[in-house]
């Protein structure tokens, strides 16, 4: 007999009774609603996707709230405006029910795409009842049978395990929807993408994100020695955040680490750039570096992140040399996310080894190629897996590759949600109207919201 130990992921155990309950549907699956993993903007899509066409469906959410990946950045302004960040389907419900639309060119922070969107979406009464927050989904599997097993696999209920409240829960599903992002899982500082033990260690010191340097966190980094790394928008956000805190705060030591060749790499085209705003932008951390407000370390590839007596200590190699930065309070790091698998081990996926996005999508999002704005739309076919009725969509779908768009999310759950209602012409039909420089826009007043690229993260 199975050890019902078996079952159990992480910290909870699964009860005699919770077991029983689960095992109750032994029939086919087609009868259970679709289950969507994390109720982000794709999520939310995909439950009002679902919802129009009157399928049923639950969704799991960690966080206490809808959007709550998008909440730990709400004090960033977005780059596209309202009108691409709104899913269609979504828009409708939202509509019937009342909901009096953004000015659409205008451009949300997070915390503004949370509580004038997320939130009315997740509490339109086609929604809410199906929401389970504070439900960690621990992981994903075919009831009372392995990936190994072939037979009648595609008929089985798929069951997911998680963690609600602290309590151990399963829930089974005719089809699953993994929209579970990649914001929570940063890759880290050191160059060879290896998180490494002294790293790991030093976690009370190091910020994953972006952090709100002159709101709730300017404590943090008033007068300190900072070492922010990364080469993109990200990273230049904190930075110019932490030049604005310099002024007020001058002890406050700013250091720039990046494996670009060239620091001037990082500046783009300053007043030649096809974007102006991107150029000013670039002008503006020219500016901070020449008059020594902001030191730049580049080409710096970091080997250890370690503890030392007078603060963190990176090693590293600059242009062949190994040389070491010591006596740093705090790091901020930008260096990209990546997808966590590890809930869908016991799926049959296709993942592409270099970007860990799903396996068809490579080609068409390969950042090294595209931007944005010149990924081809793409819905169900591309997406569809090995296992047959699970699906990898949203920011995660595209792993590791940091040129996702909410509208290339919108289209593919609608493609997805078509194909799971049977309608498999609309599901075929896939469109996307982007302008080719991305969605984001390039008429921003204030330095922080000016882009890095023509993408928007
Ligand atoms: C700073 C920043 C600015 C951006 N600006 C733009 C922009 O201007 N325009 C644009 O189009 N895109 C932008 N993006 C890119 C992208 O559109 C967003 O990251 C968007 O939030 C991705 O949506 P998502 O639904 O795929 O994932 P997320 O928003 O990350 O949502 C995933 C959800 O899943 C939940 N979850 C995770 N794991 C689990 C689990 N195991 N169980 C249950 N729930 C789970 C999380 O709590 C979260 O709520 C930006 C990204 C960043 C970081």
Redesign the pocket.
């Known amino acids: 007999m199975t050890n019902q130990n078996d079952l159990v992921i992480g910290c909870c155990t699964p009860k005699k009774n919770e077991i029983e309950k689960s095992s109750q549907n032994n029939g086919k699956a087609r009868a259970l609603p679709v289950a969507i993993?994390?109720?982000?903007?794709?999520?939310l899509a995909a439950a009002a996707h679902l919802a129009s066409r009157g399928q049923s469906f639950i969704l799991?959410?960690?966080?206490k709230q809808?959007?709550?990946?998008?909440k730990s950045?709400g004090h960033?302004r977005?780059?596209?405006p309202w009108r691409?960040?709104i899913d269609k389907a979504a828009a409708s419900l939202l509509s019937a029910n009342g909901w009096v639309q953004p000015q659409m060119e205008a451009l949300p922070t997070?915390e503004e795409l949370v509580e004038h969107y997320l939130k009315p979406l997740s509490s339109l009464p086609e929604i809410k009842p199906f929401i389970h927050l504070n439900?960690?989904?621990l992981s994903v599997g075919r009831k009372d049978t392995d990936k190994m097993k072939t037979a009648n696999g595609d008929e089985i209920p798929f069951v997911i395990h998680a963690e609600q409240n602290g309590e151990y829960k399963t829930f089974e599903s005719r089809a699953v929807i993994d929209?579970?992002?990649?914001?929570?899982n940063p890759n880290p500082a050191s160059s060879s993408g290896i998180w490494l033990a002294d790293e790991r260690e030093l976690k009370e010191k190091i910020f994953y994100g972006?952090p709100d340097v002159l709101g709730s966190e300017q404590q943090r980094y008033r007068n300190k020695r900072v070492a922010v790394v990364g080469g993109g928008h990200?990273a230049i956000n904190a930075l110019l955040d932490l030049a604005a805190l310099k002024e007020s705060c001058p002890e406050t030591e700013i250091l720039w680490i990046m494996r670009r060749n060239q620091v001037e790499d990082a500046y783009g085209g300053e007043e030649k750039d096809a974007l102006e705003a991107r150029g000013r932008l670039g002008s503006k951390i020219h500016q901070l570096v020449d008059n020594g407000q902001v030191e730049a370390f580049t080409p710096f590839r970091i080997q250890l992140v370690k503890e030392s007596e007078t603060g963190i200590e990176l090693i590293g190699s600059q242009n062949g040399k190994q040389i070491s930065l010591d006596g740093i309070d705090e790091m901020i790091v930008n260096t990209g996310n990546r997808p966590d698998f590890s809930?869908i081990s016991e799926l049959r996926t296709s993942i592409d080894s270099a970007t860990e996005s799903a396996g068809s999508l490579a080609p068409l999002i390969d950042p090294n190629i595209h931007s944005c704005g010149t990924v081809r739309p793409h819905g169900e076919k591309e997406l569809s897996q090995p296992e047959k009725n699970f699906y990898i969509v949203?920011?995660?779908s595209y792993g590791r590759a940091p040129t996702?768009?909410?509208?290339t999310?919108y289209e593919q759950v609608r493609s997805v949600a078509a194909y799971l209602s049977g309608d498999f012409a609309a599901a075929e039909k896939v469109e996307l109207d982007l302008p080719e420089t991305g969605?984001?826009s390039v008429n921003l007043k204030s330095s922080i919201e000016e882009p890095a690229s023509s993408c928007?993260?």
Do not use: D, Q, R
Request: aromatic share 10%.
């Open positions: 993993i994390g109720a982000g903007p794709v999520g799991l959410e960690a966080g809808a959007g709550a990946n998008i950045w960033i977005l780059f596209s691409y960040n997070g439900t960690k989904v929209a579970a992002g990649t914001w929570g972006i990200s809930i949203g920011s995660k996702f768009l909410m509208a999310g969605v984001c928007c993260n």
